[in-house]
T-cell receptor, first 115, second 111 residues
């Protein structure tokens, strides 16, 4: 049973460019959340997708956008990259059970470096 | 803002129990306590969760105080592979789908 997978593993971009990160959820999961983790900090919630819609959003600018496909996989897009966007980007999947609790399972992350 | 407070670092001798404390004095009645750990630059790994009763699984035990204002994660026989950052998180059961991470406790298991 495959866990959460993310691609690419590492990525180097320059300021002003755009980037797309990809995530495939754990088998059987229908919900995908994205987190940003700066060096030495805990992960910060960006947004969550369920039924191909953004369900909740953290305190991130509109430069951060996402998408969820019918097969539940998801993309995170970041436009107009800033140096401060350099971080580990984590995808987490879970199974929505009528709105009640279910733990999130995290992928290995994508390390983005902005030069 | 994170609703939990944890010591920034702890050391534990290999083979001994590691007891990691967490304060969550503003926890509400419908909020669960979750523990995750993150080994260097990997994704966080789920360990255990609980509401008000003590919980145990193959990885750890979770002790929650009666007033639910604090909890302790116990790794019964720590190994070098348990060296990681441990995060304590509180989350409501519905309506809020995000985890709010603090800065966690960096546990170092010593040989």
């Amino acid at each position: 049973d495959a866990g959460v997978t993310q691609s690419p593993t590492h990525l180097i971009k320059t300021r002003g460019q755009q980037v797309t990160l990809r995530c495939s959820p754990k088998s059987g999961h229908d919900t995908v959340s994205w987190y940003q983790q700066a060096l030495g900090q805990g992960p910060q919630f960006i947004f969550q997708y369920y039924e191909e819609e953004e369900r909740q959003r953290g305190n991130f600018p509109d430069r951060f956008s996402g998408h969820q496909y019918p097969n539940y996989s998801s993309e995170l897009n970041v436009n107009a990259l800033l140096l401060g966007d350099s971080a580990l980007y984590l995808c987490a999947s879970s199974l929505d059970a009528g709105g009640s609790y279910n733990e999130q399972f995290f992928g290995p992350g994508t390390r983005l470096t902005v030069l | 803002d994170a609703k939990t407070t944890q010591p920034p670092s702890m050391d534990c001798a290999e083979g001994r129990a590691a007891n990691l404390p967490c304060n969550h004095s503003t926890i509400s009645g419908n909020e669960y306590v979750y523990w995750y750990r993150q080994i260097h630059s990997q994704g966080p790994q789920y360990i255990i969760h609980g509401l008000k009763n003590n919980e145990t699984n193959e990885m750890a035990s979770l002790i929650i105080t009666e007033d639910r204002k604090s909890s302790t994660l116990i790794l019964p026989h720590a190994t070098l592979r348990d060296t990681a950052v441990y995060y304590c998180i509180v989350r409501v059961t519905s309506g809020t789908y995000k985890y709010i991470f603090g800065t966690g406790t960096r546990l170092k298991v010593l040989a």
